[in-house]
């Protein structure tokens, strides 16, 4: 794999996870099933506006090139595993996420109550990176194996 290779799929899958989930999907895909699955259409539809913009282009890079492999299967494959990466690793990371306490306070009776959200002291966020660490190493995994075989 060449290093254009290896930043494209890095860039794009940044793009499709990240950039491209809505606030709804990252907070409900681990409770709602319509949520995660809302998540990874999008993400596998940028998968696949990406590539077949470049093959429309006709950009002559290697990890493009449509007869080399088939961008359809690429993506098929692409959200299967990141559907069930997803399923699993949101729901732990759901419960590894620090749970907020909102409190509500009146500085003055002439003025409605105001919300303020704060995250209990002593509760370590450590587990939760290690798990969303692990969820990208996931991804990244599938998404270079994928690309390698069926290139």
């Not at 895909?29 to 699955?37: G, T």
Request: hydrophobic share 50%; with cysteine; net charge neutral.
């Amino acid at each position: 794999m060449t290093l254009i290779e290896i930043f494209s799929i890095i860039i794009i899958h940044w793009i499709a996870d990240f950039i491209m989930q809505s606030d709804y999907d990252a907070k409900n895909k681990s409770k709602f099933f319509h949520a995660l699955f809302s998540h990874t259409i999008t993400y596998s539809l940028v998968w696949f506006l990406v590539g077949a913009c470049l093959v429309l282009l006709n950009f002559r890079f290697s990890f493009w090139n449509y007869e080399q492999w088939d961008l359809s299967l690429f993506v098929l494959i692409t959200f299967v595993c990141h559907t069930i990466t997803d399923y699993f690793t949101s729901r732990l990371n759901g419960k590894l996420a620090p749970k907020e306490e909102v409190i509500m306070l009146k500085w003055d009776k002439n003025q409605p109550e105001q919300a303020f959200i704060r995250f209990p002291k002593g509760r370590s966020y450590h587990n939760l990176f290690i798990s969303i660490g692990g969820d990208q190493v996931l991804h990244y995994v599938q998404l270079f194996l994928t690309y390698q075989l069926l290139k």
